[in-house]
T-cell receptor, first 121, second 113 residues
Framework: GAVVSQHPSRVICKSGTSVKIECRSL??????MFWYRQFPKQSLMLMAT?????????EQGVEKDKFLINHASLTLSTLTVTSAHPEDSSFYIC?????????????????FGAGSRLTVL | GQSLEQPSEVTAVEGAIVQINCTYQ??????LSWYQQHDGGAPTFLSY????GLEETGRFSSFLSRSDSYGYLLLQELQMKDSASYFC??????????????FGSGTQLTVLP
């Protein structure tokens, strides 16, 4: 089946630093990846839609200059939290949609990465 | 915009049947999905309804009534490992990615021995 790998799973950083989170599709090409944010005991909130080779589309209220998304290849999207602050501490999860490859993803299924828990001190 | 409502918590005993309801309001509705998430883990796909009716996958079934903007997830023969959060999610038509999902607030299911 389709696998999405996300790294790192946990990261602790000091306030003011930047953190990069990687999301890789391991056995399929992901033309579109989604980045979600989840606070404890809350829902997944879509932050942005990342399309390979083009600029990401951000949801209302998400600062594009703070959450930089790069989708440079069909298997990799990165989320960089710039100048992180304690309020950015959260669980960040990516998901991917495939087009073709050895594993076919059902049209109505999102495959999620394992998530990255960010703690900003 | 979209909104989805589901109960925040449900408790049941092992072997029982539980139904988690979801009502939604959205434009351009395309389908309703259900995802399971264990604490600290990634959401995993359970079921999808694009048309009215019941979809059955093992112990889990999902139902959709588009005219009522309503769906539910039915879990049968509950097991302890089913204790998790369950999210309904609406897939909507968009000019961008048609697979963009909006998630409900989640229902925390606790299965008691």
């Amino acid at each position: 089946g389709a696998v999405v790998s996300q790294h790192p799973s946990r990261v602790i950083c000091k306030s003011g630093t930047s953190v990069k989170i990687e999301c890789r599709s391991l056995d399929f090409q992901a033309t579109t990846m989604f980045w979600y944010r989840q606070f404890p005991k809350q829902s997944l909130m879509l932050m942005a839609t990342s399309n390979e080779g083009s600029k990401a589309t951000y949801e209302q209220g998400v600062e594009k200059d703070k959450f930089l998304i790069n989708h440079a290849s069909l298997t990799l999207s990165t989320l960089t939290v710039t100048s992180a602050h304690p309020e950015d501490s959260s669980f960040y999860i990516c998901s991917a949609v495939g087009v073709s490859g050895p594993s076919t993803i059902g049209a109505n299924v999102l495959t999620f990465g394992a998530g990255s828990r960010l703690t900003v001190l | 915009g979209q909104s989805l409502e589901q109960p925040s918590e449900v408790t049941a005993v092992e072997g029982a049947i539980v139904q988690i309801n979801c009502t939604y309001q959205t434009s351009g509705f395309y389908g309703l999905s259900w995802y399971q998430q264990h604490d600290g883990g990634a959401p995993t796909f359970l079921s999808y309804n694009g048309l009215d009716g019941l979809e059955e996958t093992g112990r889990f079934s999902s139902f959709l009534s588009r005219s009522d903007s309503y769906g539910y997830l039915l879990l049968q023969e509950l097991q302890m490992k089913d204790s998790a959060s369950y999210f309904c999610a609406v897939r909507r038509r968009s000019s961008g990615s048609a697979r963009q999902l909006t998630f409900g607030s989640g229902t925390q299911l606790t299965v008691l021995p």
